[in-house]
C-alpha cells in the first residue's frame, strides 16, 4: 500500500510538481512556506483523506488560476482487503495487489459568468445588504480511477494514510467536534460502509433539524419526526458499534502501554430515548442526541489528560493513538497505511523520538521538516531526501 509518486498542477502553491517518493522512507526537507504540507495534503486527498481543514476547496486551487489537478501512481500491497469491506453493491473485494493511477481534478465554476449554473443550489447563493442574490463560485470535483470516472469513496479501496502534525497535539484539549472530525476521517478513509453511514447520518440530522423547527414555528406537526427518527436509529446504530469496535480495538492492541488508554462517551439514541426527549429537541430546535454528540479522552492511568495530564503525557497520548491507529488500519485492510509526520520532531522530545523511529521502518513513510537538525540522523541513512525552495 504505497505512493510511487505525485504530480501536481496548480495546487495550492504549485504551478506543476512532481514528487516521486521512495517505497520505504522519503524526507521532505525546505523552509515553511514552501509547500511540504501542501504534498501531504494531496496525498491525503488521494487517500479521500482531509489532512486538514479548509474554509472552502477553492483554497486548493492556485490563486489566480481556474482549475488544478492531483495524480499519484498507487502501488498496492499483495494481501487482498478483508472480506468486510467488500463492495456493497457488487460483493467484490478490492485489489489491492494492482497498481492505480487516482486523478483528482479540480474546476472553479462562477456563476456569474456562466447562467448555466444560475439554476444551481442555493447553497452556492447568499444575498448582499441590498438583497442582491450573489452568485459564489465554487469547485467541482472530478475522480478518475485509471482514467475511468469513479466517486470518491471508491479511493478508500486503494490506499491509506494516518498523519501525525503538530496540530494533532492539541486533540486532548481540543472540542469534542474536532475529534469527532478526527475519528470520522479515519473510519470513512478506512471502511466504505462508515463513509456511507456517516454521510447519510448527518445529512438526517440537518433534515430533522429543519422539521424541529418548522415544528417550533407551528409550520408542521410533530408526527413529520417518526421517518426521521427511524433513518437516525438505523444509520446512528452503525455508527454508535463502529466506534465502540475501534476504541476496543486500540486498547487492546496497546494494551495500556505506558498507562495510556481512551475512553469513548457515546451519546446513545433509542426508540424510547427520541420519543422521550422530542419535546426538548423541538424547543431547542435541534437533535440533541445520537452520534454527533459522541466524545472521547485520553487517559494516562485512568485519570483525563485533559484536566490533569502534563504537556508531555498528551504529547505521548496523542503519539499512541496514531501508532495505535496504523495497527488498526492494517487489521481492516490487511496492508499497513502510509504514514505522514508533518514536521512533528521539533516538537518531540527524545523518547517521543525513539518511539516515532521504532515505527517508521514497518510501512512507507514520508517526513516533513525545515530543516534537517530537527530530525534524528540516522533516518537520513535509509530515506530518499527532496529538498523544496
Same mark, same amino acid.
Given at each position: 500500500?504505497?505512493?510511487?509518486?505525485?504530480?501536481?498542477?496548480?495546487?495550492?502553491?504549485?504551478?506543476?510538481?512532481?514528487?516521486?517518493?521512495?517505497?520505504?522512507? &522519503?524526507?521532505?526537507?525546505?523552509?515553511?512556506?514552501?509547500? *511540504?504540507?501542501?504534498?501531504?495534503?494531496?496525498?491525503?486527498?488521494?487517500?479521500?483523506?482531509? @489532512?486538514?481543514?479548509?474554509? &472552502?476547496?477553492?483554497?486548493?486551487?492556485?490563486?489566480?488560476?481556474?482549475?488544478?489537478?492531483?495524480?499519484?501512481?498507487?502501488?498496492?500491497?499483495?494481501?487482498?482487503?478483508? /472480506?468486510?469491506?467488500?463492495?456493497?453493491?457488487?460483493?467484490?473485494?478490492?485489489?489491492? %495487489?494492482?497498481?492505480?493511477?487516482?486523478?483528482?481534478?479540480?474546476? @472553479?465554476?462562477?456563476?456569474?459568468?456562466?447562467?448555466?449554473?444560475?439554476?444551481?443550489? +442555493?447553497?452556492?447563493?447568499?444575498?448582499?445588504?441590498?438583497?442582491?442574490?450573489?452568485?459564489?463560485?465554487?469547485?467541482?470535483?472530478?475522480?478518475? @480511477?485509471?482514467?475511468? +470516472?469513479?466517486?470518491?469513496?471508491?479511493?478508500?479501496?486503494?490506499?491509506?494514510?494516518?498523519?501525525?502534525? /503538530?496540530?494533532?497535539?492539541?486533540?486532548?484539549?481540543?472540542?469534542?467536534?474536532?475529534?469527532?472530525?478526527?475519528?470520522?476521517?479515519?473510519?470513512?478513509?478506512?471502511?466504505?460502509?462508515?463513509?456511507?453511514?456517516?454521510?447519510?447520518?448527518?445529512?438526517?440530522?440537518?433534515?430533522?433539524?429543519?422539521?424541529?423547527?418548522?415544528i417550533l414555528d407551528?409550520?408542521? *406537526? *410533530?408526527?413529520?419526526?417518526?421517518?426521521?427518527?427511524?433513518?437516525?436509529?438505523?444509520?446512528?446504530?452503525?455508527?454508535?458499534?463502529?466506534?465502540?469496535?475501534?476504541?476496543?480495538?486500540?486498547?487492546?492492541?496497546?494494551?495500556?502501554?505506558? %498507562?495510556y488508554s481512551w475512553?469513548?462517551?457515546?451519546?446513545?439514541v433509542t426508540d424510547?430515548?427520541?420519543?422521550?426527549?422530542?419535546?426538548?429537541?423541538?424547543?431547542?430546535?435541534?437533535?440533541?442526541?445520537? /452520534?454527533?454528540?459522541?466524545?472521547?479522552?485520553?487517559?494516562?492511568?485512568?485519570?483525563?489528560?485533559?484536566?490533569?495530564?502534563?504537556?508531555?503525557?498528551?504529547?505521548?497520548?496523542?503519539?499512541?493513538?496514531?501508532?495505535?491507529?496504523?495497527?488498526?488500519?492494517?487489521?481492516?485492510?490487511?496492508?499497513? /497505511?502510509?504514514?505522514?509526520?508533518?514536521?512533528?520532531?521539533?516538537?518531540?522530545?527524545?523518547?517521543?523520538?525513539?518511539?516515532?523511529?521504532?515505527?517508521?521502518? +514497518?510501512?512507507?513513510? @514520508?517526513?516533513?521538516?525545515?530543516?534537517?537538525?530537527?530530525?534524528?540522523?540516522?533516518?537520513?541513512? +535509509?530515506?530518499?531526501?527532496?529538498?523544496?525552495?
Open positions: 500500500m504505497n505512493i510511487q509518486n505525485l504530480s501536481l498542477t496548480n495546487f495550492r502553491n504549485f504551478s506543476s510538481k512532481k514528487v516521486v517518493f521512495d517505497p520505504k522512507l &522519503t524526507v521532505i526537507l525546505g523552509p515553511n512556506g514552501v509547500g *511540504k504540507s501542501n504534498i501531504l495534503e494531496a496525498v491525503g486527498l488521494l487517500a479521500a483523506t482531509r @489532512i486538514h481543514k479548509v474554509d &472552502t476547496d477553492l483554497d486548493f486551487v492556485r490563486f489566480g488560476q481556474a482549475d488544478a489537478k492531483v495524480e499519484g501512481q498507487i502501488d498496492g500491497d499483495e494481501t487482498p482487503f478483508r /472480506p468486510d469491506y467488500a463492495d456493497a453493491s457488487t460483493g467484490r473485494q478490492g485489489s489491492a %495487489g494492482q497498481g492505480k493511477t487516482l486523478t483528482i481534478n479540480l474546476q @472553479i465554476d462562477d456563476p456569474q459568468y456562466s447562467s448555466s449554473e444560475r439554476s444551481e443550489s +442555493k447553497s452556492n447563493r447568499g444575498s448582499s445588504p441590498q438583497g442582491r442574490t450573489i452568485y459564489k463560485p465554487y469547485v467541482r470535483k472530478t475522480y478518475y @480511477i485509471d482514467g475511468i +470516472k469513479k466517486r470518491l469513496v471508491d479511493f478508500t479501496e486503494h490506499f491509506a494514510i494516518v498523519v501525525f502534525e /503538530p496540530s494533532d497535539l492539541e486533540l486532548v484539549s481540543g472540542s469534542p467536534s474536532d475529534r469527532r472530525h478526527h475519528l470520522d476521517t479515519l473510519l470513512a478513509s478506512i471502511n466504505r460502509d462508515y463513509w456511507r453511514a456517516i454521510s447519510n447520518y448527518n445529512k438526517i440530522v440537518v433534515r430533522r433539524n429543519k422539521v424541529l423547527q418548522r407551528g409550520k408542521s *406537526k *410533530k408526527s413529520e419526526l417518526d421517518f426521521w427518527d427511524e433513518r437516525l436509529l438505523e444509520h446512528g446504530k452503525y455508527l454508535t458499534e463502529a466506534r465502540q469496535q475501534f476504541f476496543e480495538f486500540i486498547n487492546f492492541v496497546n494494551g495500556k502501554r505506558g %498507562g475512553q469513548i462517551k457515546q451519546s446513545l424510547e430515548k427520541l420519543a422521550r426527549n422530542r419535546d426538548r429537541d423541538i424547543a431547542a430546535g435541534v437533535t440533541l442526541s445520537g /452520534p454527533h454528540r459522541d466524545d472521547f479522552v485520553f487517559l494516562f492511568r485512568d485519570k483525563n489528560l485533559e484536566f490533569f495530564g502534563s504537556r508531555g503525557e498528551q504529547r505521548m497520548a496523542v503519539l499512541a493513538l496514531k501508532l495505535a491507529e496504523l495497527e488498526y488500519c492494517n487489521s481492516k485492510r490487511g496492508a499497513r /497505511p502510509i504514514l505522514a509526520l508533518d514536521d512533528i520532531f521539533s516538537e518531540l522530545d527524545w523518547e517521543h523520538r525513539e518511539a516515532v523511529l521504532g515505527v517508521i521502518d +514497518k510501512q512507507q513513510t @514520508i517526513i516533513t521538516a525545515a530543516e534537517a537538525e530537527s530530525l534524528p540522523k540516522q533516518i537520513f541513512k +535509509k530515506s530518499k531526501v527532496v529538498e523544496l525552495r
